[in-house]
């Protein structure tokens, strides 16, 4: 083994989990680190390469540059470089085959600003004052808690004086927004560097370095340990299935297919034009999962939200016969990314507790959010992309056409607690041409903001986590535009302040109603009390949560009425006698609804209807969800 080792903690453990593909830490070893000696270690991993060097601000860029030696047979070249120090910008020039490429260091902490390319020395600093935080989070999102997620793209949320903002500067208004809305979490689009802005961050390039648009490593620290200390998680976007073809990245990286497959029809992504990864190849493995935990490790993430899951799965996904590479069973499923996926959680829950893994995945792969010992991909929610489509979908038809659809709406129970799901009206619903979310409501004005009210409460009353897009809030009229802010003067308008009131108190009802949120997870904690009333276009359901000692659980009934018409003498079916008080009504003239509603509560009488010996008569508001919780 070379000496090159000597300085950077690079055991002989360390080189066989590495080439293994079990090292989770591999941050603290490759990249760039200060020398015990003075100046800077480097290391990068490039076994096809004949030679590497680095160069730089130190050097003036010029020349060959300072080589580096290969540790032993690890593929990885490493060497300490005097005049390198922190702040500087660097390279590796690598040769292969008579071809010399200058490529950024996929381990780098910190990049220059895009458009420019190079990698610059340093990982950042930061006093966290989130001890609490970081010994309670578990609880915070816990399958028996309330999780609500304010999903933001950092560099469109708010734009001081029309410029991007700063990861400091958007700590004060963003904690002060969340927290006045009543969110848990706030999940930001991936903040890792990317060259194209337009990509939101799916197109990443460095995998352990936050965008140096908003700031330095240091700036988005003290953005999570603000909020944070504000009693608000953190959740990153995070983008393993895919990376861009940029000449300076990872793509070719020492002259070889070296991160991705050499074969177009498994290493190429069509929807997205971009490079695959070879989850095979244990290296890839250590990488990823490395940057994986930094970001939770590193900069104290609460959890990520793994992009594209989807895509990783299925080796035919978006390829026609002929277009991709049946595995070794024959089957279209992608063996070694099932494997990794599995090995990510696994690595995740236990090198950073308290954590969440969520996936994105739109199929009907069984058992993602499942523990791997039984079988499972190991995750800890899954987004419920079936609930969103076809929720959607019901509400861009006009009322008179509902009663058609009422299983668009029934649909999700068959499958609702087969997974631990997440519930989103997400990015992706507001972009593409789709336009806003008040956008593609029926109706007139009035109509158009009594369906979104109708929507939003649909999604707090049913069971699982919520994650709402920013903006909606806002009920942003024009689609999201990642290049300006948010309408805020919208709010000096009174239906669209109705909305953001009802924002809050939405997520102030899930928050302190343990019926709303304790079961999220639980078939025991839902039942259907009205689900054929097609005609009426109507549904109705019982919220459960866990019993008390006693047999006792907190109880609530969820009304829907998808028509513009008011219903009176509504009578529904409970399952007891007593007081239902009306704790949240979406027609509230608050809100700007018209102001129907039930006085403040009913109370049950022993006539039975829908199998319950009880029932309650109800007036049911125009376009409206209403919640009543049981009083006794």
Known sequence: MSDATTDLGLGPDDLWQFNEGTHARLFDHLGNHPAAGGGTRFAVWAPSAEGVAVVGDFDGWGGGGHELAPCGSSGIWAGVVVGAADGHRYKYRIRHHGSVLEKADPMAQRTEEPPATASVIGAGAHEWGDRAWMASRHDRHALDAPVSVYEVHLGSWRRPDGRLPSYREIAEPLARHVLDLGFTHVEFLPLMEHPFYGSWGYQTTGYFAPTARYGTPSDLMFLVDHLHQRGIGVIFDWVPSHFPEDAFALGRFDGTHLYEHADPRQGFHPDWKSLIFNYGRNEVRSFLISSAVYWLDHFHGDGLRVDGVASMLYLDYSRE?????????????????????????????????????????????????????????????????????????????????????????????????????????????????????????PGDDWQRFANLRLLLGTMFGQPGKKLLFMGTELAQQREWDHDSELDWWLLDQPAHAGVQRLVADLNALYRDTPALHERDCDPDGFQWLVADAAEDSVLAYLRRGAPAEDGSADRVLVVANHTPSPRTNYRIGVPCAGRWEEVLNSDAETYGGSGWGNFGGVDATPVPAHGQPHSVNLTLPPLSVTFFRFAG
């Open 321 to 441: 016969a002929g277009e991709w590479v049946p595995n070794e069973h024959g089957g279209r499923e992608n063996l070694g990314a099932i494997a990794f996926l599995r090995q990510l959680n696994e690595t995740v829950y236990r090198e950073c507790p308290g954590v969440q893994t969520i996936a994105e995945e739109s199929t009907a792969w069984p058992m993602v959010s499942r523990p791997t010992y039984l079988g499972g991909l190991g995750f800890g929610f899954k987004w419920d992309m079936g609930w969103m489509h076809d929720t959607l979908a019901y509400f861009q038809r006009d009322p008179i056409h509902r009663r058609w659809h009422q299983h668009d709406l029934t649909f999700r129970m068959v499958y609702a607690f087969t997974e631990n799901f997440e519930l989103p009206l997400s990015h992706d619903e507001v972009v593409h041409g789709k336009g806003s979310l008040l956008g593609r409501m």
